[in-house]
């Protein structure tokens, strides 16, 4: 059967859950083959749950090098991998990270790249010489299309909860890999690493309920209700466009077409309207539950609990019920 790359996302140790999915998406062409890039010890902590996903192998790539910089080491040792296990793709989270890494492979091994892929088929069926297929939703989500690379190894970037992850036992054999040594004078070097707000809060894409303001939340200020509803799930906190773009939350927490996909258990939208682009980011969620105070909201389309009254009255009265519970 084809190996598979997939490149695994951690943050110091701690596995990011859209490594299961790649692992997951891996599984539809192959046979993944996880690699832990990271510093000594790292793949120790992780070897479990990769083999609980799938994972065949673990290659191992650890040195101090491997955290000092920013992407250069992964690129390194993918692009020494491809050479060597010649497989039949590489996976890499549609991260900012990622892409950049996704990017900087295909470059550097001369092959295809497959941006965004919500889904991975494998058109030539079961067994070896497998037809690599990426399955990417454009448009705002409006339609779906297929893509495939005829030049080298695909490079496919997976974009965090576009597709669910299931279990499935792996050996995890472990093989050891070198992480060429980083050109100082070429890569750019971490100096420090600083938290941004969002405090304790699970990240964005990491956690299974979501609780995101939109417009109609009116100010920053205001953007308390939310939090407060969000901390008594020990949720994240998103926001729509709208919200951003008036300052009533930093960008990286924008959910939708030009901003992060979830997929969590549960996603709950106060004050927003439900327009494609934010759907986009969000409509795969398990179970959507909007306020809203105009009941022709197009989020309540999508929304399988929808509360028509004003999200200052509504969010509070769920904060207290939740956080009685
Ligand atoms: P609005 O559409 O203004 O809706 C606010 C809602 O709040 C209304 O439905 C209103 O009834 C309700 N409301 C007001 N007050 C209250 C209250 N007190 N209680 C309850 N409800 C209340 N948008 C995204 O979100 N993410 C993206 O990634 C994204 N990418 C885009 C990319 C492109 C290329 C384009 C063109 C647009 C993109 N947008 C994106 C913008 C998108 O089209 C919408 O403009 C945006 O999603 C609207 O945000 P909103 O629902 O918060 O605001």
Request: hydrophobic share 45%.
């Amino acid at each position: 059967m084809s190996e598979v790359l997939v490149l695994v996302d951690h943050v110091d140790g701690e596995i990011k859950k859209v490594t299961f999915e790649l692992l997951t998406a891996a599984r539809q062409i192959g046979e993944p083959s996880a690699v832990v890039v990271g510093s000594p010890g790292t793949a120790a902590k992780l070897k479990e749950s990769l083999a609980a996903y799938g994972a065949a192998k673990v290659y191992v790539a650890e040195s101090d090098d491997a955290t000092g910089y920013l992407v250069t080491p992964k690129v390194d040792v993918l692009a020494a991998l491809v050479e060597k296990a010649a497989p039949a793709a590489v996976l890499v989270a549609a991260t900012a990270d990622g892409k950049e890494i996704a990017g900087r492979l295909a470059a550097r091994t001369g092959s295809g790249l497959l941006v965004d892929a919500i889904g991975i088929e494998n058109t030539a069926g079961s067994g070896d010489g497998a037809v690599v297929v990426a399955v990417q939703s454009i448009f705002g989500g409006a339609f779906v299309v297929k893509s495939k690379s005829n030049k080298g190894t695909p490079i496919v970037s997976v974009r965090p909860g576009g597709l669910e992850a299931e279990q499935a036992q792996g050996a995890a054999a472990e093989e050891a890999v070198d992480v060429p040594a980083a050109d100082a004078a070429k890569s750019a070097r971490i100096t420090g690493q600083e938290p941004i707000v969002g405090g304790d809060r699970p990240e964005l894409t990491e956690a299974s309920v979501v609780v995101s303001g939109g417009r109609g939340v009116g100010s920053a200020e205001q953007f308390e209700v939310v939090e407060k509803l969000a901390d008594a799930f020990g949720a994240a906190v998103g926001a729509s466009r709208a919200a951003v773009d008036s300052g009533y939350y930093p960008p990286q927490f924008q959910v939708g077409q030009t901003g992060k996909t979830v997929s969590p258990q549960l996603y709950v939208a106060l004050g927003i309207s439900g327009a494609i682009q934010h759907r986009a980011g969000m409509q795969t969620s398990k179970t959507i539950v909007a306020v809203n105070k105009d009941a022709e909201a197009p989020i309540f389309e999508i929304a399988d609990f929808g509360v028509v009254g004003d999200l200052f009255a509504v969010a509070p009265q769920l904060t207290e019920e939740v956080g009685k519970r």
